[in-house]
């Protein structure tokens, strides 16, 4: 099992952009413990807006004047869209704090999210849609 | 670290004017007792190795009991592991190993709720480690199937029994088999789809 962040050594200086640096995770965001806005969800799956995708044009880019490290590794690693729970791991962060760092990048309009599909199951309503779990059971029988 | 499965949508040319569209996402939840197989579970159907993330439990505001002479924040975390699999370009399961101590689950909403369903492991050995996995599901309504894990090559009883020590719905799926084994991995997914279908025709 790998040790809980706390617990790792804090002087680990091979990674300038902050995977490998330890503080504490609400120094990274600033203090703040809550996300401006909850809806995320550990599956909301993000993307790097098109502009930035590119690491040219990224550059060139004045939105990322100001981001932090882990906000830089989370445009870099959205490239592809990647869900909450991905982009955490990926960081070794907590997902709350992750998901405050998300909020930023959305709310600069340099990265988008897609909530999960609705798994509705309010009573009487006739349960899941069907069309959706046959795509599902195509998509698992070539597992 | 985490690995990414390539995606068959093309690299976007940033010229093209047409957002790369992400897929939507389902979730599915493996849970069982403490040591039943949940992360070699999900590791055998991922297309990745299975992740782990952490997650700080809040107290609630109320209706916790025992978390006592602690602040009223950031008491505990649990981690859980959790895999994927793409489904299409436009669908992806993500599959996640629920944190050992079910008590703990009804405080962690966002992992349960819009849950698709859940798989159930169990051990023959020791069936009452799943006991809390089973009434959880049932409590929250999410539909589930029941794997008996064969793990060690053993299955001491029949499934009639495991059933009725577990007392199982009739309809719930249960299907025995080694949780090592890709093929059954598969089925027990395809069979909780078909409960799933089942459920939805009802």
Redesign the interface.
Known sequence: MRPHWSELPDEDEDDEYGAGTMVRPYTITRGRTAPEHDHLTLITLLTTVEELADPVLAARSSGLRGLQPEHRLILERCRRPAAVAEVAAGLDLPVSVTKILLGDLIAQGLLRARAPISVARASGDGGLDLGLLTAVREGLRRL | ??R?AP?PSSP?S?S?GT??V??????ILIAGGFGVGKTTLVGT?SEVAP??????LTRASEGVDDLSGVDN?ETT?V?LD?G?????PE????L?GTPGQERFWFMWN??V????GGIVIADTRRLDSSFASIDFFESR?IPFVVAINCFHGENTRSVAEVRAALDLDPQVPMLVGDVRV?TF??DL??AL??H??E????
């Open positions: 670290m985490a990414s995606l976007s940033p093209s957002a790369p992400a897929p939507a996402a389902l979730k159907v992740l782990r993330t952490e997650e700080y924040k975390t981690a959790f994927r699999i793409t489904i299409s669908l992806v399961i993500y996640f966002d992992l709720n819009g849950a698709l309504g890709r991995g598969r997914l395809l789809v078909d799933l279908m459920l939805s025709a009802a």
